[in-house]
């Protein structure tokens, strides 16, 4: 059983496309592409209201930076979907999108999660506010990257473990329970996140 579970989750987080799987992986892919627009508006939208949220309590400056450059990641990102969101028909076409898919997951998942580093605020109630901010992508995540497993695993990654280790490093009890509540959300996201996938 941990041995079928291991190849599950290595072929879950590696997505091997090959001949054989060409047609299933291809249609996974253009699963996440028809989304796609969606998934970026809803993160276009969110994002300058966390900066309005979070302006009086950490650096505007910071703030705005920030901003331009997720906007940036997100136009880029929209531009390629744009210009090759028909290319899924080869294995080559599809490897190129799982580099992209996996790339721009990547530098967005660390973009929200430097949130927490850079911004982490010390009134605790704007703490408990950027926890449910959290919670809200990462549940996001598991509807909108079902289709796309190595996406799940590196957006709720990204965006979860600085804060969740910025918790612990603040060392009181209230931290280490917000932290250990977060640890099971997050361990509950990834596991409904695997059964959607398997679904697919």
């Known amino acids: ?3 079928d579970f291991l190849h599950t ?3 879950e987080i590696f997505f091997p496309i090959n001949e054989e799987n060409l047609r299933i992986r291809a249609e996974q892919i253009r ?3 028809r989304m796609y627009p969606v998934m970026i508006l809803i993160q276009v939208l969110l994002e300058p209201l966390f900066v309005w949220l979070f302006w009086n309590h950490t650096d505007p400056v910071h703030l ?3 901003l331009t450059g997720i906007y940036l990641l997100h136009a880029l ?5 744009w210009k090759y969101h028909d290319c899924v028909h080869t294995v080559n076409e599809c490897k190129f999108w799982c580099r992209i898919f996996d790339i721009f997951t990547f530098l ?3 973009m929200w999660g430097s949130m927490a580093l850079w911004f982490f605020p010390q009134d605790m109630t704007f703490q408990v506010l950027m926890i449910c901010i959290v919670l809200g992508l990462v549940a996001g995540a598991v509807t909108l990257d079902s289709a796309y497993p190595p996406s799940l695993y590196l957006y709720i990654s990204g965006v979860t473990i600085p804060l ?4 612990i490093l603040v060392g009181d009890e209230i931290h280490w329970i ?3 509540m977060l640890f099971l959300f997050i361990i509950g996201s990834l596991s409904a996140g695997r059964e959607m996938s398997n679904t697919v």
């Open 108 to 110: 967005t998942a660390l």
């Open 1 to 3: 059983m941990p041995i």
């Open 178 to 180: 917000l932290a250990g």
């Open 64 to 66: 705005l930076w920030w």
């Open 77 to 81: 990102d929209i531009a390629l979907w």
């Open 164 to 167: 969740l280790s910025r918790m």
């Open 9 to 11: 989750l290595k072929g």
């Open 31 to 33: 699963t996440r592409l």
